[in-house]
């Protein structure tokens, strides 16, 4: 698979990715200028998770042993947070969470700003994991 993309950016494909499940082959994909990877298993444990939390939620990473939580959570239409402020989801938060950055529709703001959300906006929050059926509800 790494041999098939690197055989693709020698014939002139600029943008190649390759599927691996070995997080060891990280600094090889990165001295062959290969900057997208693919996890199988990964995706799958992320959409099991995703079922099992709530449908908002797209992505998760543990950190630090499980002491803390890397949580992507979508803006839905019918979520109350859709037309609020990010000021206004900061007041709603546990204590021991914070947002990291919101995207909406390819920009990236900081958690500071007076963006509105809409449907289809990314949140990115650092958080204890005792708190993700928190975050469900808010994002409902």
Known sequence: NILAASLAQE???????????????????NRLQIHHSL????????RVLSILYGKNIVQIVSLYENRAKLV????STDSP?????VQHLEE????DCVITLVESKGE??????????EEGD????MTAPHNMSDL?????
């Open 122 to 125: 990314t949140v990115l929050l």
């Open 92 to 95: 709603k938060l546990p204590k």
């Open 81 to 85: 947070l859709a037309k609020q402020t």
């Open 108 to 117: 990236i703001f900081p958690h500071h700003s007076e963006h509105q959300f």
């Open 72 to 75: 992507e959570m979508r803006v």
């Open 11 to 29: 014939a002139g494909v600029k943008d190649v990715f390759c599927t691996t499940e070995d997080r060891t082959y990280a600094h090889l994909l």
């Open 136 to 140: 469900e509800k808010l994002f409902q």
């Open 39 to 46: 996890s199988k298993r990964l995706t799958v444990a992320n």
